[in-house]
């Protein structure tokens, strides 16, 4: 009796085994667990949808433009790292023909002849506001956002010429002094925070990189103008995951390049009173089903959210073998199978729809509130950042103010001349077009809806940095070295051309930095 029940348990543990095993060849470790568990549902909190940004690195970088671009009509503003001009890889082309284009795209250069392809989007960009529906109109919608901008001159992947590209785009819409192109930071292919990551100047697997450099303080900060400090404690909430199925119409998340579940800071602040939204696009191969919480947990943003009202939108995408080995956002139309992917670009294509429909849950219920700000001189004034030919100005936000008036003196005592052109509106400024190492001085004052003009500020310092190192650096997987002539094969491995510096294996997994120093000469290394 004692055996056969034995034998029993023994069986049943055996067919429960067989069971489990074939449920996770079937449908993989995370379906598996969706039979025991269900994602929640993405909560609504009545946000202000009219005070929402984006942001994302590499193909979120890519996307977040895509995004601003077409509901430019709820955006304050946008942050771009590393990422490329709107519709670069042309959707009326077939998908293969956009993954080519793409390469010239990342590369700034091919083709284009203008940085990269800046008057070529414009155009793009033209025939979609045509299209009934497609995009927010940009002639209206454009000239008032914030735009920030981040090229570190390490880049190898997304190289200075494809960003410049991106500069020159929202130059054609946008007023000089709304946008603040950082350049002179000497960060890789990477996110770039001041407490998480890996060494700066190094591969990263999370392709997160401790340059002492907060992008989400900077850009958050030049989008909503000045902020509390960010949280230095632990956060007042959680962060949450939430089911991203629902908000695909038509066809699974993994069709269109999804994953299942995406996640959401809310702080706790935010359940009770009106908060605004941003949303923050991952790169290629930092989604959380290869990386984990790194890019939702350690990005940055959910500590200045915590003071600032601000609910932090994280999407996923997910890896597909055929169509996006690498996770990446759809900036070329994933597949040609699926024919709204050709509108990657627009309010249409899969992705931006699904991300409009997360915004929208988060904004029912909302209240409109009115404002309470008091006409008076702008408040926390200050100059944030610098590059070699500009100064990053940014003050308290007052809705009470029609605008604000910029001025600027070689001394702290003046004489201060304006140097906008017409009323700034939001709370931030880049002066641009600057001499390197110059130290200029400050004044901002408020102008009511009667035309009056406060007192000015007190005056504050802004200095230019030093021009930042002539470099030409290659980041890519060894095959690509070789392929491009910038290395060759030395047995099983790859050596770089001129400086002959060993590489590693030559496979599309082992990767290396290349710095161009002439002709057919590299050396394996960076910048300083």
Same mark, same amino acid.
């Given at each position: ?29 995370? #379906? ?61 082309? +077939? ?27 414009? %155009? ?11 995009? $927010?109109?940009?002639?209206?919608? +454009? ?11 390490? $880049?190898?992947?997304?190289? #200075? ?5 991106? %500069? ?41 990189? !401790? ?112 169509? =996006? /080995? ?33 915004? $929208? ?14 006409? %008076? ?6 100059? #944030?950042?610098?590059?070699? $030919? ?57 102008? =009511? ?18 021009? /930042? ?25 790859? #050596?770089?051309?001129?400086?002959? !510096? !060993? ?26």
């Amino acid at each position: 009796m004692k055996v056969s029940r034995l034998v029993t348990i023994a069986v049943v543990s055996a067919v429960v085994i067989a069971i489990t095993a074939s449920l996770y060849l079937s449908f993989g470790l995370k #379906r598996f667990a969706r039979f025991f568990y269900s994602t929640p549902s993405l909560a609504a909190y009545g946000v202000d949808i009219q005070q929402t940004s984006v942001s994302g690195v590499s193909s979120g970088g890519a996307m977040a433009l895509q995004m601003h671009v077409a509901h430019s009509f709820i955006m304050r503003g946008v942050g771009v790292v590393a990422g490329v001009a709107y519709a670069c890889t042309d959707p009326s082309l +077939l998908v293969a023909a956009r993954v080519l284009r793409g390469f010239d795209c990342m590369d700034g250069a091919g083709s284009f002849g203008d940085a990269g392809g800046a008057a070529f989007s414009i %155009a793009k960009t033209a025939d979609a506001a045509d299209v009934p529906g497609a995009i $927010d109109d940009p002639a209206v919608h +454009l000239p008032r956002q914030k735009i920030w901008l981040f090229s570190g001159y390490n $880049d190898g992947m997304v190289r #200075r010429a494809a960003m410049d590209a991106v %500069a020159l785009y929202y130059a054609h819409y946008v007023d000089a002094g709304n946008i603040f192109y950082k350049n002179n930071n000497h960060a890789p292919h990477a996110l770039v925070t001041d407490k998480y990551g890996g060494p700066c100047l190094g591969f990263n697997s999370e392709f997160i990189n !401790n340059c002492g450099y907060s992008i989400a303080g900077h850009l958050l900060r030049h989008i909503y103008g000045a902020l509390n400090q960010r949280t230095s404690g632990g956060l007042s909430s959680s962060i949450a995951e939430f089911d991203q199925t629902e908000f695909v119409q038509g066809q699974t998340p993994a069709s269109v390049g999804l994953a299942d579940t995406g996640y959401v800071y809310v702080p706790s602040i935010c359940r009770t009173q009106t908060c605004r939204v941003h949303v923050v696009f991952h790169g290629c191969q930092q989604y959380a089903g290869l990386v984990g919480g790194a890019v939702y947990r350690h990005s940055g943003y959910n500590e200045w959210a915590d003071t600032n009202r601000m609910i932090v939108l994280y999407p996923q995408t997910d890896a597909d073998p055929d169509f =996006n /080995p690498k996770g990446c956002w759809d900036w070329w139309g994933l597949d040609q199978l699926l024919q709204r992917n050709s509108d990657f670009a627009r309010k249409t294509g899969y992705q931006i729809a699904a991300i409009k429909g997360m915004l $929208d849950r988060l904004a029912q219920n909302f209240v409109p509130v009115g404002g309470s700000d008091t006409f %008076a001189a702008p408040q926390d004034f200050s100059a #944030r950042d610098s590059t070699a $030919d500009s100064v990053a100005l940014a003050w308290r936000p007052n809705s009470a103010a029609a605008g604000f008036n910029v001025y600027r003196s070689s001394g702290n005592n003046g004489p201060f001349a304006k140097i906008n052109s017409g009323l700034v509106t939001g709370a931030s400024f880049g002066d641009r077009q600057l001499s390197p190492n110059t130290t200029h001085y400050y004044q901002l004052t408020a102008v =009511n809806q009667s035309g009056v003009e406060s007192a000015p500020t007190s005056a504050v310092a802004g200095a230019t940095a030093p021009a /930042p190192p002539a470099c030409d650096p290659y980041f890519s997987n060894n095959v690509t070295h070789v392929a491009s002539l910038r290395a060759y094969w030395f047995g099983l491995f790859a #050596r770089a051309v001129g400086s002959n !510096n !060993n590489l590693g294996l030559n496979t599309t997994t082992t990767f290396s930095q290349l710095m161009k120093e002439g002709a057919l000469f590299y050396s394996e290394g960076y910048c300083p």
